[in-house]
Every structure is written in C-alpha cells, then in structure tokens.
C-alpha cells in the first residue's frame, strides 16, 4: 500500500529557508508512471501547487514560487524534497507531499501534511 | 487567484442532490482528466473522482463526476450530514506541467 510521509521542522523563522523530506513506501520515484509533488494549503484557504518532480530529474515550479522553490530527489532512501527560501509569513501552511500519475490527471496519493509555522 | 473557478459555497437538506461545478480552460479541462476532493477538517484532501467520472473503492456511488469542454460538476445524491466538507476540483494543467486546483466549495448540509 503506497504511503507518503512529510517530515520537517515544524517552525522556521522569517527569512530562513524551509526544508522538507517526503519518504515513500510503496512505490519508487524511480518509475516513469508518476509526478512526485507538493502542495500546500494556508490556513483557512485552498490548495495550492508547489511543484513536481520527475524520474528522469526534470523539475516544474509554479511560477508564483519559482524563484524561491526548489525539489530535489534522493532514490536510493526513495525519499524527495522541497527548499522554499527567503520564507515570511505568508508561507505558514499545511504542506502535502503528493502522488500525480503521468498520465494528464491529478493528485491520487496524498501524505497526511505538516503544519510549518513561519515566525520569530 | 485559483487557476480553475468554483463558487465558494454550497448547501442542501438531507436526501436532496448538490451539484458542484468547476470551470477552466483548454490547457487544463478542456484537455486533461478532472479529479475531485473532498476535505474534512484537519485532514488531508481525499480522493473522490478521479477521470472526470470514476470512484476510488470505498467511495459510495452517491457520488458522482461528469466532464463537459472546458467545464466538469460534481454531484451529491443522497445528501447526509457527513457529507458537509470542502469540496475541491483539479486538472492537469499543461501550461504549469502541474496540476491546477480550485478554490473549493464549502458544502453545508443544512
């Protein structure tokens, strides 16, 4: 049964940089079938993409982010990562790591998310 | 600003049918499979339609999805107090090479 699990530091000071591991079970990031991504949600408000991943190492950024974000992969602990520098406020979210099958669709596998807190 | 349009709210009695929509482009809908979501509170989105109009197992056939263009609906039949949830829409998007969400609809079941 796939599993994904987010870990990270849960708190993380304005202008610093976060960083979180998603660890896969289940399924290998090595596979040409699916995106590896994540998305987060403020509190309160909707679901927002943050990036993909795939196999071959491409990387896809949404564009509102894209200078600050960053998801690099590491297949032989089956695990993949997300950097979001130069962090404030306004990045205080619930953040999901995800499974997005290659085939035009959407997210199918969701991790149970981490709350980051950004603040002094 | 989400990339796919949903109204914020929903709401129906119990037994009635809700329909939710959700609307967006050619680089999204109108070319790609839709997926809906349903979220309680606290919990991460759940899975409910993924291909425009196919149930995972496990989710009941009061549930359903249908596709149209650049348009896709979710609708409730049946409607039962557990039903009341965040409900949210999404798609490949082509031009993000990502997929595209909506804002999600806040279903009440009055």
């Known amino acids: 049964q796939l599993q994904l699990q987010e870990s990270g530091p849960g708190l993380v000071k304005p202008s610093e940089t976060l960083s979180l591991t998603c660890t896969v079970s289940?399924?290998?990031?090595?596979?040409?079938?699916?995106?590896w991504g994540w998305i987060r949600q403020p509190p309160g408000k909707g679901l927002e993409w943050l990036g993909n991943m795939y196999y071959s190492g491409n990387t896809y950024y949404n564009p509102s982010l894209k200078s600050r974000v960053a998801i690099s992969v590491d297949t032989s602990r089956n695990q993949f990562s997300l950097r979001l520098s130069s962090v404030t406020a306004a990045d205080t979210a619930v953040y999901y790591c995800a499974r997005v099958p290659a085939n035009g669709g959407s997210v199918d596998y969701w991790g149970q998310g981490t709350l980051i807190t950004v603040s002094s | 600003q989400s990339v796919l349009t949903q109204p914020p709210s929903a709401s129906g009695t119990p037994g009635q049918r809700v329909t939710i929509s959700c609307s967006g482009s050619?680089?999204?809908?109108?070319?790609?499979?839709v997926y809906w979501y349903q979220q309680l509170p606290g919990t991460a989105p759940k899975l409910l339609i993924y291909?425009?109009?196919l149930r995972p197992s496990g989710v009941p056939d009061r549930f359903s999805g249908s596709k149209s263009g650049t348009s896709a609906s979710l609708a409730i039949s049946g409607l039962r107090s557990e039903d009341e949830a965040d409900y949210y829409c999404?798609?490949?998007?082509?031009?993000?090479?990502?997929?595209?969400f909506g804002g999600g609809a806040k279903l009440t079941v009055l």
């Open positions: 999404a798609a490949w998007d082509d031009s993000l090479s990502g997929p595209a």
């Open positions: 291909k425009n109009n």
């Open positions: 289940g399924d290998s990031l090595s596979s040409n079938e699916n995106y």
């Open positions: 050619s680089s999204n809908i109108g070319t790609n499979y």
